[in-house]
C-alpha cells in the first residue's frame, strides 16, 4: 500500500543541478576558490547552510558562509526569474500521480528557490506539504527532510514513494524508510551504494507511472 509520493524538486522536476554547478563554479572562481572535479557531487543533497559552510571553507572562498548563502541565492532566484529549466514532462507526471495520491516536496532547494519553481511551472496546487532543507537539522544524505514532509501529510515514511535523482537523495529517502524510485541525472550518474538502496531505476521521470508506483505498494505488502 502506498500513501503518499514524495519528490525531490532538483533534478527531478526541475534541471537545475546544471544551473547550480554553473553558477556556484562561477561564485567560487570569482571569490578566490578552487572548484575540485567531485565538488558537484558532494554538494548535491546539502542544506544551503551546509553548502555555504562548504563553499567558504573547504573550497577557500573570501566570503563568510552567510555571504555565500546570500549571494548565490540570490543569483539563482535571478537565473530563475529569466527562465526555470522544466524538465521534460515532469509537469504532466507529477499532475498525473497526484490524482491518486497526496503529494510531498522534500528539497535542498532554499524555500525562495522552491516557490519560484513551483509557481513558474504551476505545480504549486500539486502538493500538500513543501519543505526545505533549510528548515531541518540537517540536510541530504540525513533522512529529516523525508520524515517531515511525511508528518505533515500525516503518513508513514514506510508507506510512501520517493521520487530521486541523486546519491545522497536516495540514501537520505532509503534512510527515511521510504521505498525509492531512482532517476539519475545522466551527467550526475548514481554512486554503486546509493544505486543498490533504490526499489526502482528510470531512465526518466516521464516513466514514473502510476503502475510504477502501485507496483512498489504490492511489492512491500508480499
Same mark, same amino acid.
Request: charged residues 25%; contains cysteine; negative net charge.
Given at each position: @500500500?502506498?500513501?503518499?509520493?514524495?519528490?525531490? %524538486?532538483?533534478?527531478?522536476?526541475?534541471?537545475?543541478?546544471?544551473?547550480?554547478?554553473?553558477?556556484?563554479?562561477?561564485?567560487?572562481?570569482?571569490?578566490?576558490?578552487?572548484?575540485?572535479?567531485? &565538488?558537484?557531487?558532494?554538494?548535491?543533497?546539502?542544506? $544551503?547552510?551546509?553548502?555555504?559552510?562548504?563553499?567558504?571553507?573547504?573550497?577557500?572562498?573570501?566570503?563568510?558562509?552567510?555571504?555565500?548563502? $546570500?549571494?548565490?541565492? &540570490?543569483? @539563482?532566484?535571478?537565473?530563475?526569474?529569466?527562465?526555470?529549466? %522544466?524538465?521534460?514532462?515532469?509537469?504532466?507526471?507529477?499532475?498525473?500521480?497526484?490524482?491518486?495520491?497526496?503529494?510531498?516536496?522534500?528539497?535542498?532547494?532554499?524555500?525562495?528557490?522552491?516557490?519560484?519553481?513551483?509557481?513558474? &511551472?504551476? %505545480?504549486?496546487?500539486?502538493?500538500?506539504?513543501?519543505?526545505? &532543507?533549510?528548515? $531541518?537539522?540537517?540536510?541530504?544524505?540525513?533522512?529529516?527532510?523525508?520524515?517531515?514532509?511525511?508528518?505533515?501529510?500525516?503518513?508513514?515514511?514506510?508507506?510512501?514513494?520517493?521520487?530521486?535523482?541523486?546519491?545522497?537523495?536516495?540514501?537520505?529517502?532509503?534512510?527515511?524508510?521510504c521505498r525509492v524510485v531512482a532517476v539519475p541525472h545522466g551527467s550526475y550518474p548514481l554512486d554503486p551504494d546509493a544505486e543498490a538502496l533504490a526499489a526502482v531505476l528510470l531512465p526518466s521521470i516521464g516513466a514514473l507511472t502510476p503502475e510504477v508506483v502501485e507496483s512498489l505498494g504490492r511489492r512491500s505488502a508480499e
Open positions: @500500500m502506498v500513501d503518499a509520493v514524495l519528490f525531490d %524538486l532538483d533534478g527531478v522536476i526541475v534541471d537545475s543541478e546544471p544551473v547550480w554547478e554553473e553558477v556556484r563554479g562561477a561564485y567560487v572562481a570569482e571569490h578566490g576558490g578552487v572548484w575540485q572535479p567531485d &565538488t558537484q557531487r558532494r554538494l548535491m543533497g546539502m542544506s $544551503t547552510a551546509e553548502w555555504a559552510e562548504y563553499l567558504s571553507g573547504e573550497l577557500g572562498v573570501d566570503r563568510s558562509a552567510e555571504q555565500v548563502a $546570500t549571494e548565490v541565492v &540570490t543569483e @539563482m532566484a535571478r537565473r530563475y526569474a529569466q527562465h526555470v529549466p %522544466l524538465i521534460d514532462g515532469a509537469d504532466a507526471v507529477v499532475r498525473r500521480i497526484a490524482a491518486r495520491w497526496p503529494l510531498g516536496l522534500a528539497s535542498s532547494s532554499p524555500t525562495r528557490l522552491i516557490a519560484a519553481a513551483l509557481d513558474a &511551472t504551476g %505545480l504549486a496546487g500539486a502538493f500538500g506539504a513543501t519543505l526545505s &532543507t533549510e528548515e $531541518t537539522a540537517r540536510g541530504k544524505p540525513a533522512p529529516d527532510v523525508w520524515l517531515a514532509v511525511a508528518q505533515r501529510l500525516g503518513v508513514d515514511p514506510a508507506r510512501c514513494v520517493a521520487v530521486e535523482d541523486s546519491s545522497n537523495g536516495v540514501r537520505s529517502a532509503a534512510a527515511a524508510g
